[in-house]
């Protein structure tokens, strides 16, 4: 019988899915993920986890228990940096402990740490986490290369449309990707937006290079790879003029979130103030709510452009740089 | 330069050592729930416990007309390296500009930032003036911590109570005030030790001793004013306490390079290898190594600090059910936020001690029933 191993649909899960995807099936396992986030993974979730720890962390912990019967091991692994010089937040540095801590009756874990700052390449940790399933050195090493390919062709960003339509309007969404792609989570958010024919860019879809000449007047370097990320697409949409409004997405307890928000929405008032909302996802969020806030955005974005077209009701060509 | 700093323990050495460099130095009032309202008012919601404290601390010490304000920062996975970037702009929102000097631990690269502000520091005085008033500082601050300890001890026996706390309040003033060259150093560190040697105090046999270590968050953990005061607490219980914290420590594991001299924390480090393999940041590792070595040194229970929304101690959080059963040792948490005050925790704390003093009781008990 194979060995079935069960991978949660949480968190980094959807930046890396291919790559672990392929590489545990090239090691010839049966590769298992839980379900999308429903109602009753998030009721678990919150069970099991401390009620401090941020939203997804919650989710992860409903996705864990999912799996927990279904699967031979489960893949939770330690990821303290990918990037050079960055780390992600505690809790996802952390999360093996926090996990293996809360849910009783785990199958075996595979927990290896993968720590970039330090040793600076990959694949000591990836194929550490081969060896659990195979002894074959070579074969892991053949199955990382191969999900390193499937990772370069993923990243196909998206441009901006440069023809300013009248007739159609971009925001740009930032948030962490988990917090985007989770549709249970953010309550369908891009569909709603992209159904009141608004065009939707994302965080995701901002290149390293094009973040980076932002990036690098901030003051302090930010250490964070998904603070990074969307501070660095925050400031890279806020200077591009077809952009009538950005929307951030953040959660209930996030660490990175309550530091770069702040920072990002005073940057927003200083250089270019367009309409910009905050989102904060939490478990009690009715959709409702959501709706009247969303709608009263979106009105806001048409209503300026209408006006706009005679006089500058806002600073936007005084200040764009 | 008109500077100021934020409290966390004693006030006296930072007091110290910026003076001796000739800035003038504002000491900002200690933390009050004024001081955490004001934080907690213009804090994002989601900053952590210390963050907010910070801020409502320098807008009480810019309000006395504080102009520099000098800090530690990071590099770690944590947030405090982020820290001042954040409090500068609402500070700048709110028209009380500052300007900000920040630490970064030159261990974890960033020398040139260090350098720059090793040289604003220094102001006018020499490079040899400088360098003394460091060695007399750095050499204060272990001092303090050792006079600190002995009285931490001591607190749990004294016959009239506070009189510890009276005491450690005089030291710190006579080293404030009395301290200026090295020379100094020894004859204060006599006439302390004096001062602690004339309480009274009424020490029970071993059996009866109890040991408590406290263990979290750097700030909470030093600060006394915003963790109610739970050193003076559990010494008015009887207790004997040990912080995980000290200055001493940070500054030798923060400060002083790694091939000069091997920190206490590496040590703690290790211990804590085996529940948080990694380092997460904050001080979760230190948080559990350090419960290790407590048990390790015979202590009978622990109490566990988090600031409201730290996200390491959340890891360490989870993880100390497991380490209290496996090690078999009594650990308490506490969330450390605006709202804490010791009229809601005492009751906690007191039937943890009671926990405590039963668990032990029983057991030196069955342990004569064997021996009879
Ligand atoms: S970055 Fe924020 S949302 Fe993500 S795990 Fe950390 S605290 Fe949670
Ligand atoms: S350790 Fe905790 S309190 Fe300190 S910066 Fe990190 S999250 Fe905040």
């Not at chain 2, 007399?136 to 911590?145: N, Q, S, T």
Request: hydrophobic share 35%; charged share 25%.
């Amino acid at each position: 019988m194979t060995v079935r191993v069960g991978i949660p649909k949480g968190l980094l899960f959807y930046e890396y899915e291919s790559f672990w995807r392929v590489f545990f099936e090239s090691l010839g396992v049966e590769v298992i993920f839980s379900p999308d986030t429903n109602k009753d993974i998030m009721k678990n979730g919150l069970k099991l986890c401390e009620e401090e720890a941020c939203l997804p962390v919650k989710i992860f912990h409903g996705h864990v228990l999912e799996l927990a019967d279904k699967v031979d091991m489960l893949f939770i692994p330690r990821i303290r940096s990918l990037h050079y010089r960055e780390y992600y937040c505690p809790m996802i540095c952390g999360l093996p402990e926090m996990v293996k801590n809360s849910v009783s009756l785990l199958p075996s874990v595979i927990d290896d740490t993968i720590d970039y700052y330090k040793h600076r390449y990959y694949k000591g940790g990836v194929v550490r986490m081969g060896l659990k399933i195979s002894s074959d050195q070579s074969k892991i090493k053949k199955a990382y290369c191969k999900a390193c390919k499937g990772l370069q062709n993923k990243n196909d960003y998206q441009k901006i449309p440069t023809d300013k339509n009248e007739k159609s309007y971009t925001i740009a969404i930032i948030g962490h990707t988990y917090n985007l792609t989770d549709h249970y989570m953010n309550m369908n958010l891009i569909k709603k937006i992209k159904g009141e024919g608004f065009q939707v860019l994302t965080s995701c879809m901002v290149s390293c290079g094009k973040t980076q000449p932002y990036l690098s007047k901030v003051p302090k370097r930010i250490f964070w790879s998904c603070g990074r990320e969307i501070l660095g697409a925050g400031l890279y949409y806020m200077h591009q003029q077809n952009i009538d409004g950005i929307i951030y997405v953040s959660c209930f307890g996030c660490g990175v979130d309550s530091l770069i928000e702040p920072y990002l929405s005073q940057q927003l008032k200083k250089v270019r103030p367009i309409p910009y909302l905050v989102i904060s996802l939490d478990e009690h969020t009715g959709e409702a709510g959501l709706n009247t806030r969303l709608e009263a955005f979106l009105d806001m974005i048409r209503w300026r452009r209408s006006c706009a077209n005679h006089i500058s009701s806002y600073g936007g060509n005084l200040y764009s740089c | 330069m008109i500077v100021s700093f934020p409290h966390m323990g004693s006030p006296v050495p930072y007091k110290k050592i910026f003076e001796c460099l000739g800035h003038d130095v504002i000491v900002p009032p200690v933390p009050s729930q004024r001081t955490i309202d004001m934080g907690v008012k213009y804090s994002p919601e989601f900053a952590c416990f210390p963050f907010k404290v910070l801020l409502g601390t320098y807008m009480e010490a810019i309000e006395l007309g504080a102009k520099v304000i000098i800090s530690s920062g990071g590099h770690g996975p944590c947030r405090a390296g982020f820290y001042s970037e954040v409090q500068q702009r609402i500070l700048q929102q709110l028209n009380m500009s500052v300007e900000f000097i920040i630490f970064d631990s030159p261990n974890h690269g960033g020398y040139q930032d260090f350098w720059h502000n090793l040289i604003r520091l220094k102001g006018k005085s020499s490079w040899f003036h400088f360098m003394r008033s460091v060695n007399l500082v750095y050499h204060m601050i272990h001092i303090l911590d050792q006079l600190e300890r002995q009285l931490e001890i001591k607190r749990a026996y004294e016959v009239v109570p506070g009189t510890c706390s009276k005491t450690w309040e005089k030291i710190q003033e006579d080293f404030s005030n009395l301290v200026n060259v090295s020379k100094d150093l020894k004859a204060i560190e006599n006439l302390s030790k004096e001062r602690i040697e004339k309480i009274n105090v009424e020490v029970p046999g071993e059996d009866e001793k109890i040991r408590i270590g406290i263990v979290g968050e750097i700030y909470v953990v030093m600060e006394k004013n915003v963790n109610m005061k739970l050193e003076e607490k559990l010494g008015a219980l009887g207790v004997e306490v040990e912080r995980s914290q000290y200055l001493s420590h940070w500054v030798d594991y923060n400060m002083i390079p790694k091939w000069i001299k091997h920190s206490h924390e590496e040590a703690i480090l290790k211990k804590g290898e085996k529940y948080i393999e990694i380092n997460i940041g904050g001080h979760a590792k230190q948080t559990v190594g350090h419960i290790v070595d407590y048990k390790e040194r015979g202590f009978d229970g622990i109490i566990h600090l988090m600031p409201f929304a730290c996200l390491p101690e959340l890891v360490s959080q989870s993880i100390i059910p497991r380490i209290s059963q496996e090690l078999d040792i009594p650990v308490i948490s506490f969330s450390i936020d605006e709202q804490t005050g010791l009229a809601n925790n005492l009751t906690r704390i007191e039937a943890f001690v009671d926990l405590i003093r039963n668990k032990k009781r029983r057991l030196i008990y069955n342990k004569c029933v064997a021996g009879l």
